[in-house]
């Protein structure tokens, strides 16, 4: 794809830019379209796109719903504003979920940014709309890190037919699960029957309390350790932003030389 049209925001839309709400939204949409496309359907793709031997790469989606890996613009300032630099350099450094909900966080800003680039002509009301539009749509975030089903567990009720509780994350659960292993790290998937095992011998790792679930615990990605959120002065919506949690005791070991 030539680099000036590209970065002139065309991506197959005309060639103009988008001048009202509806438009501006139907530019926002089929961009988003592209990124969960990549995300998604195209992950292996996109994956291997993304080397980090390569330089600086970016996410872009277009107006005609497709996507493309490539290099920044190189104008400054630019036609329209840049996706997140580098996506590629923290491929291998991450589990391949968490790099995936990373460029998808990422990709999301950039996705708000050149909607209200395109908006800034707009009246206040007219702006107020257009989010409301944008914000109807789950975020590519919460459709690829499964957020989205887990606040409609939560909405109702958090739990299935079945009669089983469905857990979203392991940092944001209240009860915690036995012990993990690597065996079991499909419970944060498939949940867990409050019957299927008994949590009375589950303790705080900082005050040594019993588990209760009418509190809310966190368990630490390195000790598996499970801790009152009070305790490690966690609350369930910072454990949302979370990728990987240390609990004070391992953040503040040295690694070994």
């Known amino acids: 794809m030539d680099a000036s049209y590209r970065r002139s925001g065309a991506g197959g839309g005309g060639g103009s830019a988008p001048r ?4 501006i939204f139907k530019d926002y949409r089929a961009r988003r379209n592209a990124i969960h496309r990549a995300l998604t359907h195209d992950v292996e793709e996109f994956y291997a796109q993304c080397d980090p031997e390569k330089e600086n790469l970016c996410l872009y989606g277009y107006a005609n719903e497709a996507w493309e890996v490539a290099l920044p613009a190189e104008e ?5 504003p840049e996706p997140a630099l580098g996506i590629n350099f923290a491929r291998d450094g991450m589990k391949r979920s968490d ?6 966080v990422h990709s999301d ?6 909607a209200f680039y395109y ?14 539009m944008m914000n109807d749509l789950p975020t590519v975030y919460e459709v690829i890190s499964g957020m989205r089903q887990s606040k409609e567990r939560d909405r109702s009720g958090g739990i299935d037919n079945s009669g089983r509780n469905k857990l979203p994350s392991k940092h944001t659960v209240e009860a915690p699960p036995p012990p993990r292993t690597e ?3 499909r419970d944060a998937d498939e949940g867990y029957d409050e019957d299927d095992g008994d949590h009375s011998e589950t303790l705080c790792g900082t005050c040594g309390g019993i588990y209760s679930a009418e509190e ?3 368990g630490c990605d390195v000790c598996e350790r499970w801790y009152h959120g009070k305790c490690v002065k966690i609350t369930p919506a910072k454990a949302e932003s979370i990728k990987q949690y240390k609990c004070p005791s391992c953040s503040s070991k040295r690694p070994r030389q």
């Open 20 to 23: 009202t709400v509806e438009d």
């Open 76 to 80: 400054v300032p630019t036609e329209l």
């Open 99 to 104: 790099w995936l909900a990373l460029v998808a």
């Open 109 to 114: 800003s950039w996705l708000v940014s050149v």
């Open 119 to 132: 908006a800034a002509r707009l009246t206040r009301n007219d702006r107020k709309r257009l989010f409301g």
């Open 183 to 185: 065996n079991n790290a």
């Open 216 to 218: 809310f615990w966190i």
